[in-house]
Structure formats: C-alpha cells, structure tokens
C-alpha cells in the first residue's frame, strides 16, 4: 500500500504543479511545515492570552510552595492550607497547559484541513481545465454539424450551455483556490498577497499497532485525554479537601464526602468518553481504509473503460473525444484517490489526540 501511495503522491504533486498558478505581488516562496504551523500559533489570541495566564499561575505556584516550606515545621494548620492551596494551583496550571495543547493541536487541525482544501481544489482545476478543453472541442463538432443539417439548434443551444457553465465552474474554482490561499497566508501569519508553498509530508506517521498490541494502544491513548486528567485532579483535590477537614467540627463532612463521590462519578463518566473518542477515531480510520478499497476498484474499472474505449477507437468505432472523455475518467480518479490521503492525515491527528476536536 505504501508503494502505491508514493506512486500516487507523485502523480498528485505532478498535478498541483501543472495547476493554474494565482498571480500575487510576490515569488513564490517555500516554508517547512512546522514553520507554518509556528506561524499560526504566533498570531493566535488565545494562545497569547492562555501563555499569559500559565505564567500568572505558576508564580502563584511557587510562591505559595515557597511559604509552605517556610512554615511546615513550625505552623501545621497554616501549613496545610498552604499545601492545599499550592496543590489547587498546581492543578489549575496542569490544566491550563493541557488547555493550551489542545488550543495548539486545534490550530494544527485547522492547517491540515486548509492545506487538505486547498490540494484539492488545484486538483479541481487542473481537471476543470481539461474539461474544459474537450467541452470546446464538442462545442465546435457540434456547431459544425448544425452547420451542415446534423444536429438540431437544441443540440446547440445545449453544447453553448455546458460550455459556459464549464468556464464558469473553472473561474469560481480559480476564484476560491486564491481566497483559501489568502486564508491559509493569514493563518500563518504571512502576507495574503504572498505566494507560498508549505512543504510537508502526508504520510509522515508511524503506522498504527496490530491487532494484539491495539488494546494497550487505545488505554495508553485514552489516558492522555485531557478531559480526564482534568478530573483526575478535581478528584484529587477533593480528596485531600475532605481528608484535611474531617477533624474540624465547622465542616460539614458529609457534603466533603459528596463532593469527592461526584468527582469520581464525573471521573469515570470521562474514562468512558475518553476510550470512546480513541475507539471512534479508530473506527474512521477503519472507515477510511474502506473507501480507499472502493476508490482503488474505481480507478481500476476507470483504466479498464479508457483501454476499451482506445480499442473501439483503433477500430473506427469511437472518436477521439470519447477516448479523451476516459483518459479525464482515469485522471479523477487517480486525483480522487490521491485526495484521500490526506482524510487519513488529518485522521491520524485525531487518532494520536483524541481529544481534539
């Protein structure tokens, strides 16, 4: 499969090459992926805003570590509401640094899913263009046949229709590839007037467990969600809450004690969802494989349309358009196919950060 996926990618990139190119202000200019991804970080508000308040926190943190450890042996009542603020803040920084990975892998998502719109819609147009070329070719046989009492002024009217309709197919599609470029410029933090290509690799991912490794794998992955953690913490936090209080009369222990049973129900209702979200990504990369099959089958049945229709030609029976017609047949789905990598890239984002959405 990884051969034929390279042969693909080939055939792809030759394609994005052939493309229409925009006209902007300046050259074009080639940027790692990461670089790109770093651009889109930079700009991002909330990014800035969160770094912001991870910093606020983690002086908070240290200060309150600091004292605690000035006074554990000489003050225990104040120490120990020392200690359980610093574990509160430390907490609290816990999430807000899972809170901004997931905010980064958000922005990844977002750069994948416009790198992925933007292939395919150069794919789009490179075979528009082509369409288009053989919807002249049937528009000029057709206007000389109605010259000559061979087809009717229907069959004219209807030739000059799908003749404008493909030129104006080709111009929207010239017209949204430049406003996802411009996007895609402003997500990373260039120009929008800047011609630039992000180099990166689709199929840059170790491959996933086999059948008797998978089990650990989705444990493992499931135990990174953030969702959990986060209330693996709450958990215990409370815990040490209610521990810390039982012996003061002021309390009232039994709600400490309902508070922490709540923690752990919404705890193990987020263990739940967390397997679950690993087992759906799994199950759309499933999915996806499928329709790589049927896409295969495709571009197979295509092959076999286009060598017939060569042979009918070679015997007189079909003109050169109809042959042309197969080999842009093949054409899409060789582009089809190739498209879908890039469900299986962003798939696998989802897959390594469940979590994400």
Same mark, same amino acid.
């Given at each position: 499969?990884?051969?034929?996926?390279?042969?693909?990618?080939?055939?792809?990139?030759?394609?994005?090459?052939?493309?229409?190119?925009?006209?902007?202000?300046?050259?074009?200019?080639?940027?790692?992926?990461?670089?790109?991804?770093?651009?889109?970080?930079?700009?991002?508000?909330?990014?800035? #805003?969160?770094?912001?308040? /991870?910093?606020?926190?983690?002086?908070?943190?240290?200060?309150?570590?600091? +004292?605690?450890?000035?006074?554990?042996?000489?003050?225990?009542?104040?120490?120990?509401?020392?200690?359980?603020?610093?574990?509160?803040?430390?907490?609290?920084?816990?999430?807000?640094?899972? %809170?901004?990975?997931?905010?980064?892998?958000?922005?990844?998502?977002?750069?994948?899913?416009?790198?992925?719109?933007?292939?395919?819609?150069?794919?789009?147009?490179?075979?528009?263009?082509?369409?288009?070329?053989?919807?002249?070719?049937?528009? %000029?046989?057709?206007?000389?046949?109605?010259?000559?009492?061979?087809?009717?002024?229907?069959?004219?009217?209807?030739?000059?229709?799908?003749?404008?309709?493909?030129?104006?197919?080709?111009?929207?599609?010239?017209?949204?590839?430049?406003?996802?470029?411009?996007?895609?410029? #402003?997500?990373?933090?260039?120009?929008?007037?800047?011609?630039?290509? /992000?180099?990166?690799?689709?199929?840059?991912?170790?491959?996933?467990?086999? %059948?008797?490794?998978?089990?650990?794998?989705?444990?493992?992955?499931?135990?990174?969600?953030?969702?959990?953690?986060?209330?693996?913490?709450?958990?215990?936090?409370?815990?040490?809450?209610?521990?810390?209080?039982?012996?003061?009369? +002021?309390?009232?222990?039994?709600?400490?004690?309902?508070?922490?049973?709540?923690?752990?129900?919404?705890?193990?209702?987020?263990?739940?969802?967390?397997?679950? #979200?690993?087992?759906?990504?799994?199950?759309?990369?499933?999915?996806?494989?499928?329709?790589?099959?049927?896409?295969?089958?495709?571009?197979?049945?295509?092959?076999?349309?286009?060598?017939?229709?060569?042979?009918?030609?070679?015997?007189?029976?079909?003109?050169?358009?109809?042959?042309?017609?197969?080999?842009?047949?093949?054409?899409?789905? %060789?582009?089809?196919?190739?498209?879908?990598?890039?469900?299986?890239?962003?798939?696998?984002?989802?897959?390594?950060?469940?979590?994400?959405?």
């Amino acid at each position: 499969m990884k051969i034929k996926k390279k042969i693909l990618l080939l055939f792809f990139v030759g394609i994005l090459a052939l493309s229409p190119m925009i006209v902007f202000a300046s050259a074009t200019r080639e940027i790692p992926y990461d670089q790109a991804l770093s651009g889109a970080i930079s700009r991002d508000a909330s990014v800035t #805003s969160i770094n912001r308040d /991870i910093r606020s926190i983690r002086s908070q943190a240290r200060t309150t570590e600091r +004292a605690y450890l000035d006074i554990i042996n000489t003050n225990r009542p104040k120490s120990e509401e020392l200690q359980g603020r610093w574990k509160s803040l430390t907490a609290e920084r816990d999430r807000l640094e899972r %809170e901004r990975d997931r905010m980064l892998l958000s922005l990844e998502l977002s750069l994948r899913n416009r790198l992925a719109n933007i292939a395919g819609i150069e794919v789009d147009l490179e075979i528009m263009g082509q369409r288009l070329a053989l919807q002249e070719q049937s528009f %000029e046989q057709t206007r000389l046949r109605n010259q000559h009492g061979m087809a009717s002024d229907v069959d004219l009217r209807e030739a000059e229709h799908d003749l404008e309709q493909a030129r104006l197919t080709l111009e929207t599609l010239t017209l949204t590839l430049q406003n996802e470029h411009q996007s895609l410029n #402003s997500l990373v933090n260039h120009p929008i007037t800047a011609n630039i290509q /992000i180099i990166y690799d689709i199929h840059d991912f170790e491959p996933l467990p086999d %059948e008797s490794e998978l089990e650990r794998f989705i444990q493992r992955q499931k135990a990174m969600d953030h969702n959990l953690l986060n209330w693996q913490d709450q958990v215990a936090i409370r815990h040490y809450e209610w521990q810390r209080q039982l012996d003061d009369p +002021a309390v009232d222990n039994q709600y400490m004690r309902l508070q922490h049973q709540i923690a752990v129900m919404e705890r193990n209702m987020a263990e739940r969802q967390a397997e679950l #979200s690993v087992r759906n990504a799994l199950a759309e990369w499933d999915r996806l494989i499928e329709q790589q099959v049927a896409l295969e089958a495709d571009l197979t049945q295509a092959i076999a349309d286009y060598e017939n229709m060569q042979n009918r030609l070679e015997a007189g029976l079909v003109t050169q358009i109809l042959v042309d017609q197969m080999a842009l047949a093949v054409a899409a789905s %060789e582009a089809r196919l190739a498209q879908h990598d890039y469900a299986f890239w962003i798939a696998r984002l989802r897959i390594d950060h469940p979590y994400v959405r």
